[in-house]
């Protein structure tokens, strides 16, 4: 159950597009399409952004979309805004019910 | 409106033990897995524990199992994480979530879980 990895920041400027990499192993990422991924801005709960790899909850910006390719999922955001600066969080299903977060990553908008 | 709110959390001293509850309102709390998921100051989220909707299934991350106990009550719409031979490492702020489409879609605010002698 080791965490998955990610880089520790990313930054951007407004109106550009950044990207998080999320990545496993065969254990996690590489066997289940259960990704999902939470932003988490200071003091506050994490809010869900992606499930199940791609799909976003209702409400969630379109500026927001995600994928996966072997043992790595990816976190787009699009048309960088100064609100989405926050901590970002993947997470995976790791078999037999359980299920291991990210290590985070910090987004910055310059 | 949905809303999850957690109690229980405190000052505890190691080896000893607190039982963290989470109230619920707004779904309907019979049909969904439950979980808990900590996160220590400045560092990132650990999923903890889960359970399945008539409390039938339960599963742990290893560094708690045999430690906690997760358990709900449908009727008072309630779930609970009993924590004993709590460590200086199992301080944290833990967060009662919803579990929905293998991720979890809504979550409480958190109640402060610190061991410490």
């Known amino acids: 159950q080791s965490a998955l990895t990610q880089p520790a920041s990313v930054s951007g400027s407004p109106g550009q597009s950044i990207t998080i990499s999320c990545t496993g192993t065969?254990?996690?990422?590489?066997?289940?399409?259960?990704v999902s991924w939470y932003q988490q801005h200071p003091g506050k709960a994490p809010k869900l952004m992606i499930y199940?790899?791609?799909k976003r909850p209702s409400g969630v910006s379109n500026r927001f979309s995600a994928s996966k390719s072997g043992y790595t999922a990816s976190l787009t955001i699009s048309g960088l805004q100064a609100e989405d600066e926050a901590d970002y969080y993947c997470?995976?299903?790791?078999?037999?019910?359980?299920?291991?977060f990210g290590t985070g990553t910090k987004v910055t908008v310059l | 409106e949905v809303q999850l709110v957690e109690s229980g959390g405190g000052l505890v001293q190691p080896g000893g033990s607190l039982r963290l509850s989470c109230a619920v309102s707004?779904?309907?709390?019979?049909?969904?897995?439950m979980s808990w998921v900590r996160q220590a100051s400045g560092k990132g989220l650990e999923w903890v524990a889960n359970i399945k909707q008539d409390g039938s299934q339960n599963h742990y991350v290893d560094s708690v199992k045999g430690r906690f106990t997760i358990s709900r009550d449908n009727g008072k719409n309630s779930q609970f994480l009993q924590m004993n031979y709590l460590r200086v490492e199992d301080t944290a702020v833990y967060y009662c979530a919803r579990a929905n489409n293998n991720g979890w879609d809504y979550w409480g605010q958190g109640t402060l879980v610190t061991v410490s002698s």
């Open positions: 997470c995976s299903y790791a078999g037999s019910g359980t299920y291991v």
């Open positions: 199940e790899v791609t």
């Open positions: 065969s254990s996690d990422i590489g066997t289940y399409n259960v």
């Open positions: 707004g779904f309907t709390f019979s049909s969904y897995w």
